[in-house]
Each structure stands twice: as structure tokens, then as C-alpha cells.
């Protein structure tokens, strides 16, 4: 992540300790992969027409995860790209 992080995240970091926002030596980047990695299953990225399902789901699981994605793979999405 931090290969992503412009100038501005950079400086927003000793905001959010002084703020108060976060505990001293919240580690924010784990903490946001770990969140992401439980929330996220599956994607469809429409401009590489590629369709994406996590490794780490249990195959039981993953019917759903394509069926969830599957519609906007299809065509259709309810949100236009």
C-alpha cells in the first residue's frame, strides 16, 4: 500500500494520531488490508472484461460470490460504466 500513497495521504498521517481519530502506532494500512480481504469476495473489472473470485473463499462459497458478480459481467448492471 504504500507504493499508492501520494504526498497527501503522507501528510493526513500525523493528523489522524493528534486528532485523536486512532490510537499512537494504529498500524492503518494493515488494519485496512485486513478489513478489505474479510469484505471483499469477488469483482468484475469491465474494462479488462476480466472476472476476479478470491482464493481464500471456501469453493462452497464461491457459487454465490459468481453469482453475484456474474450480473454486471453479463451486461446487466443496474449501475452504467
Given at each position: 500500500?504504500?507504493?499508492?500513497?501520494?504526498?497527501?495521504?503522507?501528510?493526513?498521517?500525523?493528523?489522524?494520531?493528534?486528532?485523536?481519530?486512532?490510537?499512537?502506532?494504529?498500524?492503518?494500512?494493515?488494519?485496512?488490508?485486513?478489513?478489505?480481504?474479510?469484505?471483499?469476495?469477488?469483482?468484475?473489472?469491465p474494462?479488462?472484461?476480466?472476472?476476479?473470485?478470491?482464493?481464500?473463499?471456501?469453493?462452497?462459497?464461491?457459487?454465490?460470490?459468481?453469482?453475484?458478480?456474474?450480473?454486471?459481467?453479463?451486461?446487466?448492471?443496474?449501475?452504467?460504466?
Amino acid at each position: 500500500m504504500n507504493d499508492d500513497k501520494d504526498a497527501a495521504d503522507v501528510m493526513q498521517e500525523p493528523k489522524r494520531g493528534s486528532l485523536g481519530l486512532l490510537p499512537k502506532g494504529f498500524d492503518l494500512d494493515s488494519f485496512m488490508i485486513d478489513l478489505l480481504t474479510e469484505q471483499i469476495a469477488g469483482l468484475y473489472d469491465p474494462k479488462a472484461h476480466e472476472f476476479y473470485v478470491a482464493d481464500w473463499i471456501h469453493i462452497e462459497d464461491q457459487r454465490m460470490v459468481m453469482a453475484h458478480e456474474f450480473d454486471p459481467c453479463a451486461g446487466g448492471s443496474a449501475f452504467p460504466n
